[in-house]
């Protein structure tokens, strides 16, 4: 399945008000391919530090995004990042490798920008919720190329997704299941278990976001980081009125 858009699609939709670079400045070092937590940091991040390997990842991130995975050539990405072809096999193997590298990366760096809006805790969940949602919208408002990679891990890999990836993802979810057993406790409980609580939160995080940027044929009227406030506001809405009951 390919999923590759055109330059047109994939930056027709990014929210110019959040453009900025914040979230591609990569600060948390990656070491033999194990997370690096931050006293502070909900959820651990791998993020790339080394200057050649970042370039040829940035220029990967961009490639697999405008052509897919199968339409990538490998020499594609060498010349985009200024390296030879031999540099990329040399660092990251296979092209499936390198998806795999990239994905990581990815997940990394949205990750981190979410991490970065909770330096600052809440006693409120409500506030501990809105912000990771309105960081997520806006990682993906900044970063349309990640959002595609995160498609085509699903599209062409599904069902041989690494176990390195679906570990990861657990442990995120693990967090978030704990985070909303927190809230049910705070906000005097509710009729609908926490795992299935924090099931909703993502679909609704997900949801968001790939409507917004793929229903093509709906005339949104605010950006897609507003859009989120909205989603969170109903959503939590519904968390406090289930809780009231």
């Known amino acids: 399945m390919q999923s590759g858009r055109s330059k047109n699609t994939l ?5 110019a008000s959040v453009r900025n670079d914040s979230a591609q400045e990569n600060t948390t070092p990656m070491q033999n391919n194990a997370p690096n937590r931050a ?26 995004a405008q052509n897919g995975f199968r339409g990538t050539d490998v020499q594609e990405v060498a010349n985009l990042a200024s390296v030879g072809k031999g540099t990329v096999y040399r660092s990251y193997g ?6 795999w ?5 990815v997940d990394g760096r949205l990750i ?8 600052q805790p809440s006693e409120d969940y409500r506030d501990h919720l809105r912000s990771i949602a309105i960081r997520f919208a806006e990682f993906h408002a900044q970063n349309p190329s990640c959002l595609e990679i995160a498609i085509l891990a699903r599209s062409e890999f599904q069902g041989s997704i690494p ?3 679906l570990a990861q993802h657990r442990e995120q979810l693990e967090i978030l299941t704990t985070q909303f057993e927190n809230f049910q406790q705070t906000a005097c409980g509710h009729s609908v278990s926490s795992r299935d609580l924090m099931y909703c939160f993502i679909a609704m995080l997900r949801g968001v976001v790939n409507m917004y940027c793929y229903a093509e044929s709906f005339e949104w009227s605010k950006s897609l980081v507003e859009f989120m406030e909205i989603s969170v ?5 519904g968390l406090e009125q289930d809780g009231a009951q």
Do not use: M, Q, Y
């Open 39 to 64: 006293e502070e940091a909900l959820f651990s991040a791998e993020i790339e530090t080394d200057p050649k390997r970042k370039c040829i990842l940035e220029a990967a991130i961009e490639t697999f």
């Open 11 to 15: 930056s027709k939709w990014t929210d």
């Open 101 to 105: 590298a990239v994905s990581r990366e």
């Open 233 to 237: 506001d109903v959503f939590l809405r």
């Open 163 to 165: 176990e390195h990836h």
């Open 112 to 119: 981190k920008h979410i991490n970065d809006g909770l330096k």
């Open 94 to 99: 296979t092209k499936e490798e390198l998806f």
